[in-house]
């Protein structure tokens, strides 16, 4: 079964990885402002949340949900976005599928690569979503919350390649990736067609370094 086939059972891990990658990239925005970076707290509160009330009351975790999720692309609309979102918009144009699939893979690898260029403000990220204790210096807080992201996708048990793209599809991506990505203000760290690849790449099954 394709992932386009099985798109519903990923359902609501890919929804809760896009509405956390829209947030996350909103907050460490070079130009984002309190009132951003506050909105962005409370979105991976409410999805973090919801999680926690899925089991006891599957509707309102849905409700709760949904509410994030429209709060997260409202700081998308508003140009606060970044290159996990970029990519994840590329793969969902190219494939149908959701953002949150590709989004989920990308996002650690992009938050590692900014390195102190961003490492204050995902500390400050984490601390601030009870993700990490508040105590801890912004290497080991920033380290842990990327950790952390990686780790909610194994929770949900999400691929971790895009079963559909093939190599000759690449270019296509990344040219995508950067017309989205002209919409969003500057992330801490600029990238061009050949940074891309490096993300772009990995996402495919036959990936060198899934064969290692």
Do not use: C
């Given at each position: 079964?394709?992932t386009?086939?099985?798109?519903t059972h990923?359902?609501?891990?890919?929804?809760?990885?896009?509405a956390?990658?829209?947030?996350t990239?909103a907050y460490i925005?070079?130009f984002?402002?309190?009132?951003?970076?506050?909105?962005?707290?409370?979105?991976i509160m409410?999805l973090?949340?919801?999680m926690?009330?899925?089991v006891?009351n599957a509707g309102?975790?849905?409700?709760?949900l949904?509410?994030?999720?429209?709060?997260?692309e409202?700081l998308s609309?508003?140009?606060?976005g970044?290159?996990?979102?970029?990519i994840?918009?590329?793969?969902?144009?190219n494939?149908?599928i959701?953002e949150?699939?590709a989004?989920?893979?990308v996002l650690?690898?992009?938050l590692k690569s900014?390195?102190a260029?961003?490492?204050?403000?995902?500390?400050?990220?984490a601390?601030q979503?009870?993700i990490v204790?508040?105590?801890l210096p912004?290497?080991?807080a920033?380290r842990?919350?990327?950790?952390?992201i990686d780790?909610?996708?194994?929770l949900?048990?999400?691929?971790?390649?895009?079963e559909?793209?093939?190599?000759q599809?690449?270019?296509?991506?990344?040219?995508?990736t950067l017309d989205?990505a002209?919409?969003?203000?500057?992330?801490?760290?600029?990238?061009?067609?050949?940074?891309?690849?490096?993300f772009?790449t990995?996402l495919?099954l036959?990936a060198p370094?899934?064969?290692?």
């Amino acid at each position: 079964m394709t992932t386009a086939q099985n798109h519903t059972h990923y359902y609501p891990g890919a929804t809760y990885m896009h509405a956390l990658t829209l947030a996350t990239e909103a907050y460490i925005s070079q130009f984002s402002k309190k009132e951003i970076q506050a909105s962005a707290v409370q979105i991976i509160m409410q999805l973090n949340q919801a999680m926690a009330i899925a089991v006891e009351n599957a509707g309102l975790a849905e409700a709760i949900l949904e509410k994030a999720v429209e709060q997260a692309e409202q700081l998308s609309e508003r140009g606060y976005g970044g290159y996990a979102q970029a990519i994840g918009y590329a793969v969902h144009f190219n494939y149908f599928i959701s953002e949150g699939l590709a989004e989920a893979i990308v996002l650690p690898e992009i938050l590692k690569s900014y390195g102190a260029k961003a490492e204050q403000k995902i500390a400050s990220l984490a601390r601030q979503t009870g993700i990490v204790a508040t105590d801890l210096p912004d290497e080991r807080a920033a380290r842990l919350f990327i950790s952390w992201i990686d780790q909610q996708r194994v929770l949900f048990e999400l691929p971790d390649h895009i079963e559909q793209m093939r190599p000759q599809d690449i270019p296509d991506i990344i040219d995508d990736t950067l017309d989205a990505a002209l919409h969003f203000y500057p992330a801490p760290v600029f990238y061009d067609a050949l940074d891309l690849e490096q993300f772009i790449t990995p996402l495919l099954l036959s990936a060198p370094e899934k064969n290692e």
